[in-house]
């Protein structure tokens, strides 16, 4: 093998050899007088300057630019010499650099031995490559340590684009191959990492949204959004739109305003209602551009170290777009890119989780596959949180560990590890929850045994005794996960650890009476967090468990269940209503056309002169469709043959 291919083994670069003033050999021939002295060094053995092999051959020019101290010191007595060094010196060196390298004697010796390529080549540069890596330390690839894995709440930019995840399902050709053509006539010069800007947009100009940094304190930075004048006149007009009930005034405002992101949010609400899925998620897209376009410079997606605080209304949309284009990234069959927004969602306010995104993270590790983050998450948070608490953590946590055990690539012991963990925790969350047992078995369409359905732990007083706030809870987990459970070997397993938790109630475990006695304490009424995030779900069963005091609420779309001690930096200034004055005509008129406000008409008859009858004449204009829509449907005279109008009517 050549001293070329041995430093692409080693990792070296061509003049890293320690070099010094004795050591170098200035070889520079011309391309012709190389060509003339190569048949003479094959057939002598040796090369010009009797160095051999002991010196190093500077055979590009370039090198010597970083040598200059050296060819100094090669000037004697004001001559340079212009062929090689005594070999008196060149052993000496040659001496000191095989003490300062212990390998230079070896290293030596294998590249005079040549390591013939025909011959066991593959078995030498095996054995090379594994004195190298003993040599520098390197270790095989592997897992890397717990302490030097990355923190929980990390994003990464490349899992925020669904296209990441759908190009390993159908590979990229199928994915971007119409996309190619409209990513060189874009005419959007920012990047953006959570959307990427459409031609069919409305042109990009500032709405007035902007960034402010609040504070930094123990490696943590609060960002807050700001409204300019403009933007606030924008939001004033979309309150009274919105409570107009009219989406055709949201529309108007949209021409106006066309990334005012509030509007955006309500307009793709109704559009969902409609069935019109792609519209609604191209107009949650056009929010999280805009207010992408409006971040801080310091302001960062993947550090987990952000912050943005949900009682200020300005920040709640950023929230709740993410929200949405998470849902829709998991109805799009994207679980592993809706499980970053959840991440993203976290981590801007760990702590309070103003949309309780604890309650479904778990749901989406498990459909993206990802059981290493959900167990790593439980063990570091269960300690200050408290996560097996809650009935989705509690169940879907040993889950993960079984399905973990499934796998074939795993070495045995840790396979029995899993098992074990997974049976462990699941007969605590069982021992814990026994009213989630007979829902779960319900919602999976499989028949439990009459020993399991009749015992007094599992049976139908265990779902009908447990406080209303963790039926809700259980509600929320079984409406969403439940299908996770319905593999033969899940349920198969499943059935181990009912039998034995069975075994230990008949026993008089003590553990089943701490648990009862800790579901009265800790479930007694579910915070308004899980409220928003049971509203934002959607789901029927959970969205039925809601107190009368939160279905009674009129919730909005742009800012479901606002926090109670909401931080508002401006006043949307104050509208006088007709409900106020007890006009009852006034009501009536405003039923009729719902922008209807005699203040208004009042104004435009102040500032208008000759057009104060606008008002009324729209008005009228209203009237009239409504009457033009009204039909009697009178009954038909009787038939002229039978003039006594006996028989039937048509």
């Not at 050549?2 to 083994?9: D, G, P, T």
């Not at 059981?371 to 946590?397: K, M």
Request: aromatic fraction near 8%; include cysteine; charge should be negative.
């Amino acid at each position: 093998m050549s001293r070329r291919a041995l430093r692409r083994l080693r990792g070296e670069q061509r003049g890293q050899e320690p070099l010094g003033p004795d050591a170098l050999q200035f070889v520079l021939p011309d391309d012709d007088d190389a060509e003339e002295e190569g048949p003479k060094q094959g057939s002598g053995g040796r090369r010009p300057g009797g160095a051999g092999k002991e010196g190093v051959r500077v055979n590009n020019r370039f090198e010597l630019i970083n040598i200059e101290d050296l060819e100094d010191d090669l000037v004697v007595n004001g001559e340079r010499s212009d062929c090689a060094l005594p070999d008196s010196v060149s052993s000496g060196n040659k001496g000191r650099a095989q003490r300062g390298n212990p390998d230079a004697k070896q290293d030596e010796d294998e590249a005079k031995a040549g390591f013939p390529e025909q011959e066991n080549g593959l078995e030498d540069i095996d054995r090379i490559l594994e004195r190298i890596e003993d040599s520098s330390g390197f270790s095989h690839p592997g897992p890397p340590p717990l302490n030097s894995r990355k923190h929980v709440l990390y994003v990464e930019h490349r899992h925020l684009n669904p296209d990441t995840e759908l190009k390993r399902y159908f590979g990229a050709r199928a994915v971007l191959g119409e996309q190619r053509p409209r990513q060189r006539q874009r005419v959007y010069p920012k990047c953006t990492w959570l959307t990427t800007p459409k031609s069919t947009w409305p042109r990009y100009s500032k709405p007035g949204l902007s960034m402010r940094l609040l504070e930094s304190k123990k490696g943590l930075s609060f960002f807050a959004f700001e409204h300019n004048e403009e933007y606030q006149q924008a939001q004033h007009k979309f309150l009274v739109a919105v409570e107009s009930m009219e989406p055709n005034n949201i529309v108007v405002l949209l021409q106006t305003s066309p990334y005012h992101v509030d509007s955006l949010l309500q307009l793709s609400d109704a559009c969902r209602f409609q069935e019109d899925q792609e519209m609604a998620r191209d107009l949650i897209e056009r929010a999280l551009y805009s207010m992408e376009c409006a971040f801080h410079p310091l302001f960062s997606l993947t550090s987990g170290t952000c912050r943005l605080d949900y009682r200020r209304p300005e920040n709640r949309s950023f929230y709740l777009a993410l929200y949405k284009q998470m849902s829709f990234l998991e109805k799009r069959g994207c679980p592993r890119t809706a499980l970053e927004y959840c991440k993203l969602i976290l981590s801007l306010e760990p702590d309070e989780d103003p949309l309780c995104m604890l309650l479904l993270i778990d749901h989406l590790a498990l459909r993206a596959r990802n059981y290493e983050y959900l167990i790593h998450l439980f063990q570091e948070w269960e300690a200050h949180r408290n996560l097996s608490q809650l009935p989705n953590f509690a169940f879907s946590v040993p889950l993960a560990y079984f399905l973990l055990s499934q796998q074939t690539d795993l070495p045995e012991h840790e396979i029995t590890s899993a098992r074990q963990q997974a049976s462990l925790l699941i007969q605590q969350a069982l021992t814990m929850f026994p009213g989630a047992l007979m829902p779960l078995l319900e919602c999976c369409s499989v028949r439990p045994d009459a020993t399991v359905a009749n015992h007094r732990f599992f049976g139908p007083d265990a779902e009908i005794s447990q406080p209303p706030a963790l039926s809700q809870l259980v509600s929320l987990y079984l409406g969403r996960s439940h299908f996770l459970w319905k593999d033969p070997t899940t349920m198969s397993w499943l059935e181990e650890n009912v039998r034995a938790v069975l075994q230990a109630v008949d026993a008089g475990d003590p553990a089943v009476e701490a648990c009862e006695n800790r579901r009265k304490v800790l479930y007694q009424r579910a915070p308004r967090n899980i409220h928003r995030h049971v509203i934002l779900s959607e789901i029927k069963e959970a969205v039925a468990a809601l107190p009368s005091d939160v279905t009674t609420q009129s919730v909005m779309g742009f800012d479901p269940l606002p926090p109670l001690d909401t931080i508002y930096s401006y006043v949307r200034p104050e509208r006088l209503s007709p409900v106020s004055h007890g006009n009852t005509i006034a009501l009536f008129f405003r039923s009729l056309l719902p922008n209807y406000s005699t203040e208004e008409r009042l104004e435009e008859g102040v500032a208008g002169g000759p057009n104060r009858n606008q008002g009324l004449i729209r008005l009228m204009l209203a009237l009239r469709d409504m009457m033009a829509n009204f039909h009697f449907n009178d009954l038909e005279v009787p038939r002229e043959d039978n003039p006594e109008g006996e028989g039937d009517w048509d």
